[in-house]
């Protein structure tokens, strides 16, 4: 139990499109997601936290007008990059909780973007 | 501010051998942990978690142990296995303020099993 999956796996875009990452809770209702970015031999960094049915709290100097999340259910969020440049490559991560006080995050696959 | 880093950051060790990973952590009012083992181009995978009102948990061949004097937890791989070798991350997992939970990662340590 406790599958998360992400779609797609790696994309590659021109700079200055939008891309849209898809995260799923497959076998469980995440009331709670998690969006992080990961860095070549770096650690995971939290972007923001998503609870469905709100907007989305961001860590500080990540730009939501950047980077649009959405939990339009309990099982589905998604990550879109807005006009995306170069540096906005990254591993991003997607996490899901279902529900409580320290409750165990269950990580998806990750999805690699690459911006030409 | 509040961290949770690595004393390693690459660790080899034979094939069959145990292998320990180190964690320390500066939060002194975090009450869950949870270590993570990351293969190359994959998202983190659970291990093994440890609440604060313990300072041993042992799962299939992994053992976490936390020391909260000190601040520091470890995790214990026996008879290492090539299969092991991936990146290795301890977490913190608390509850902030409201009820926001957040997770805060370690640096990692990479850990290479030498066959």
């Known amino acids: 139990g406790a599958v998360v999956s992400q779609h797609p796996s790696r994309v590659i875009c021109k700079s200055g499109t939008s891309v849209k990452i898809e995260c799923r809770s497959l076998?469980?209702?995440?009331?709670?997601m998690f969006w992080y970015r990961q860095f070549p031999k770096q650690s995971l960094m939290l972007m923001a936290t998503?609870?469905?049915?709100?907007?989305?709290?961001?860590e500080q100097g990540v730009e939501k007008d950047k980077f649009l999340i959405n939990h339009a259910s309990l099982t589905l969020s998604t990550l879109t990059v807005t006009s995306a440049h170069p540096e906005d490559s990254s591993f991003y991560i997607c996490?899901?909780?279902?529900?409580?006080?320290?409750?165990?995050?269950?990580f998806g696959p990750g999805t690699r973007l690459t911006v030409l | 501010g509040e961290s949770v880093g690595l004393h390693l950051p690459t660790l080899s060790v034979q094939e069959g051998d145990n292998s320990i990973i180190n964690c320390a952590y500066s939060n002194s009012a975090s009450d869950y942990f949870i270590w993570y083992k990351q293969e190359s181009g994959k998202g983190p995978q659970f291990i093994i978690d440890i609440r604060s009102n313990m300072d041993k948990r042992q799962g299939q061949r992994v053992t976490v142990l936390l020391n909260k004097t000190v601040k520091h937890l470890s995790l214990q791989i026996a008879a290492t296995q090539p299969g092991d070798s991936a990146v290795y991350f301890c977490?913190?997992?608390?509850?902030?303020?409201?009820?926001?939970?957040?997770?805060?990662f370690g640096t990692g340590t990479k850990l290479q099993v030498i066959p």
């Open positions: 076998d469980f209702q995440a009331t709670t």
């Open positions: 998503s609870n469905e049915g709100s907007k989305a709290t961001y």
């Open positions: 977490a913190e997992n608390g509850v902030l303020g409201g009820g926001y939970q957040k997770v805060t």
């Open positions: 996490s899901a909780l279902s529900g409580g006080a320290l409750d165990t995050q269950y």
